[in-house]
């Protein structure tokens, strides 16, 4: 019986010691994650914004990418899970010009905190066959500054304290995007203007690069469908244009093009529109995006 209790006595002695810790360890981890959370807490619905907000707040900010890798955004939806982590978040940062249908969800949500929409101050295209507008601006440098320019704004509202810094990110981001768009600019200069994609995306490409784009679905969704009168017309355009590369993209089916490039007996290339994210760099992207441009016109 005294040994008993003499195993009683230690156990206790044990157990209020490890209670002890178990209490301020867990206060440790609440003081640390408060810590955490001084950063500013930014979400980015797709790939290209994710890197710019890198970019623009790298160590003062948590960054998120809310559209998982290989998921389309036009096809993705938020879940209970998603939603919850967007209200929990000091800033969201959007393509815009509708591209994210899901947003509007989040503000009937009363969400507290930023929504940037980073196609403000940009010029938008309307797609003409279908009377909507275009979002694809961020595959052309000059817009992605714009966009980089308005994550850095919005970041310094939130952070005042650290505006210089995320100023200076941006500025430093937004050099190599000028770099970038002159790269593009003096290596297509002098080449062939004509070149097939699959989907409306490069109108603001083929815009600013005085190129023209022939597409096989005339619309900005790539989900739309070839017709055999769209095909035979796309064709005959190649078949005129002397056009020896049709261009897929590394998000959709390539059969179509192929199809095309078969018939014509040419070659497919890719021009990603970077909507699904990958390991690789918006600028490393679009140096890809440049050298099968190059292929295909000089």
Known sequence: ???QIKLAIIAILIVIPLSSFAVSGTNSNIQFTITDNSKLQVISSFNPLHEFSQNVGMQKIDATLLVPIGVEPHDWEPTIKDVQQMQASDIIVINGIGFENWVDKISDENYQGTIVDTSNKILVKLEEEHNSKDPHIWLIPGNAKIQVQNIATAFSNADPENQQYYE??????????????SKIRNELSGCATDFITLHDAFSYFA????????????STDSHGEATAKTLANIISTAKKLDIQIIFGEDDADVRTSQIIADDIGGNVLVLSTMEISSDETYISKMNQNLENLKEALC
């Open 1 to 3: 019986m005294n040994i």
């Open 168 to 181: 200076s990110n941006a500025q430093k981001y937004i050099q190599k995007l000028d770099l970038l768009d």
């Open 207 to 218: 815009d600013e690069y005085d190129l023209n784009q022939h597409v096989i679905i005339s």
